[in-house]
């Protein structure tokens, strides 16, 4: 059975740079930073979270903006978030972009739940949306193999559909690279325009090539998809989340509106998509 995850009001996103982020990313250009909670230090962030546990919040998503080295700067925070998770039974996971394997065990060794990882293939990606460079699609790679040989035990890539600028992407490439780790989920995003960035006049991709697209996926891989948040907004999500419901073509889905949870069944979680179904308990 689907089940629809909507992190509110239970999973909370907190930025540990506040809007601040030097790669400027095409689609992004530090607009979702703006709708994160803020924790410039790693006091802030303990009573942030300690604040909101009060409220009823059991998971937190540690994000924020990245070096131009692609890296979230969290080294000084993973005590912090230890610690917390010494007092409290909550779920962390962390957005920490390109990283080594030193960092990945500070990752595991901090009591980190989950990594989200954004991953790539595609050069045109890399360099002309991250700004990062055509090299770093080797530095996805370096990154997903400390991960899984270091890092904490839930790992859950990220497959962007139309990475090129909306485009057709390297999505079979990168689904064929993942699956010799075999990850307990694939998260699937799309290429979303978003108005005021440079990404505004992008094409959205096609509903056809997104269907297309998971098709193979599914076909190809049986763990768990979910299908996360980011996605175009509108008429637009709504046409393309009633066709992927409608065939079947993941298990999860983010953000789903009322209308496709109503008319589907879906079960609801407050949480973030990518969770483990162990640590489900906490937000049903």
């Not at 009001?9 to 709708?35: D, E, F, M, Q």
């Not at 070096?67 to 996971?93: A, C, M, N, Q, W």
């Not at 990283?99 to 500070?106: K, S, T």
């Not at 999500?237 to 409608?246: A, C, F, H, M, S």
Request: glycine share 8%; net charge positive; hydrophobic share 35%.
């Amino acid at each position: 059975m689907v089940k629809a995850y909507i992190p509110y009001p239970k999973y909370v996103s907190i930025s540990i740079t506040g809007t601040a982020c030097a790669l400027n990313c095409r689609y992004c250009s530090r607009t979702y930073l703006k709708h994160m909670d803020n924790a410039l230090s790693p006091q802030q962030l303990y009573w942030l979270m300690r604040k909101l546990y009060q409220s009823g919040v059991r998971g937190f998503l540690v994000s924020g903006g990245f070096t131009r080295e692609g890296k979230l700067p969290f080294h000084s925070y993973l005590g912090v978030i230890r610690d917390f998770k010494r007092e409290h039974d909550v779920v962390v996971s962390i957005h920490p972009g390109l990283i080594d394997r030193r960092e990945a065990r500070m990752l595991r060794e901090a009591r980190i739940d989950v990594v989200d990882l954004e991953f790539s293939l595609n050069p045109t990606f890399t360099e002309q949306v991250k700004g990062l460079g055509v090299k770093a699609v080797d530095r996805y790679a370096e990154t997903l193999e400390a991960l899984y040989k270091e890092g904490p035990d839930y790992i859950a890539p990220h497959i962007l559909v139309g990475s090129s600028l909306g485009l057709i992407g390297n999505e079979p490439a990168e689904l064929w690279f993942l699956k010799d780790y075999n990850p307990y989920i694939i998260v699937l995003l799309i290429y979303a325009p978003t108005k005021g960035t440079p990404s505004e006049k992008d094409p959205k991709p096609e509903p056809t090539y997104v269907l297309e697209t998971l098709r193979y996926i599914r076909a190809n891989y049986k763990g768990e998809l979910s299908l996360g948040c980011m996605r175009p907004w509108g008429k637009y999500k709504n046409r393309v989340d009633d066709l992927i419901l409608g065939e079947g073509l993941v298990d999860r889905i983010a953000n789903p509106s009322k209308q496709l949870i109503d008319k589907y069944g879906l079960e609801t979680i407050h949480a973030c998509c990518s969770i483990p179904r162990e640590y489900e308990y906490l937000f049903t």
